[in-house]
């Protein structure tokens, strides 16, 4: 079973300027994430889809940050303008929903890394 | 609002040894807890997921227990070697799939 994909996986760009990651879930996965991990901090969800549809973008910073699930498959996540604390590995990961929903499972793909200069 | 919480921060061990990682979340209405695994420049590894039914899982070397009436897990992980090395996070989830990532605890298995 192929994993999670992600690309690119190293980014380097300038202040204000504007960057694209994209994402392809285990296939089969209706449920996909997009965290933002800060250098020795924990992954800090941005936005949760089920199939094409937002379920939670509460932490999403919706003045620069947007992500679109369009088929219900592949994602991406944009940022525009990005800013020096955007500097971060952002993730992406994907879960079956299950019935019983203590057998949800997170799998994740190896992340991008965003340097913002 | 769940918090999720680690400790400690950092750990070093010499190989051989036995230790154990703790995290500590706020909310016990969790539906299960992850353990994962994360190795500098690459993405998290699932290693145990405890649903909120059980008191313990097993995977080889590691042992993750949950109780959540105190709200906590933890990660014991027997006889460690320098390739456990690596950064290990636990997760809370909801009944939504909605997960809470704790810091972390770095780990150093000196050989």
């Known amino acids: 079973e192929a994993g999670v994909a992600q690309s690119p996986r190293y980014k380097i760009i300038e202040k204000r300027q504007s960057v694209a990651f994209w994402c392809n879930p285990i296939?089969?996965?209706?449920?996909l994430y997009w965290y933002q991990q800060i250098l020795g901090q924990g992954p800090k969800l941005l936005i949760q889809f089920q199939n094409n549809g937002v379920v939670d973008d509460s932490q999403l910073p919706k003045d620069r940050f947007s992500a679109e699930r369009l088929k219900g498959v592949d994602s991406t996540l944009k940022i525009q303008p990005a800013k020096l604390e955007d500097s971060a590995v952002y993730l992406c990961?994907?879960?079956?929903?299950?019935?019983?929903?203590?057998?949800?499972?997170?799998?994740f793909g190896p992340g991008t890394r965003l340097t913002v200069l | 609002k769940q918090e999720v919480t680690q400790i400690p921060a950092a750990l070093s061990v010499p190989e051989g040894e036995n230790l154990v990682l703790n995290c500590s979340f706020t909310?016990?209405?969790?539906?299960?807890l992850q353990w994962f695994r994360q190795d500098p420049g690459k993405g998290l590894t699932s290693l145990l997921l405890?649903?909120?039914?059980?008191r313990e899982q097993t995977s080889g070397r590691l042992n993750a227990s949950l109780d959540k009436s105190s709200g906590r897990s933890t990660l014991y992980i027997a006889a460690s070697q320098p390739g456990d090395s690596a950064t290990y996070l636990c997760a809370a989830g909801d009944y939504g799939q909605n997960f809470v990532f704790g810091p972390g605890t770095r780990l150093s298995v000196l050989p």
């Open positions: 296939s089969g996965h209706a449920t």
């Open positions: 990961a994907s879960s079956f929903p299950r019935r019983d929903p203590t057998y949800n499972e997170q799998f």
């Open positions: 909310d016990s209405a969790i539906y299960n």
């Open positions: 405890i649903q909120s039914s059980q």
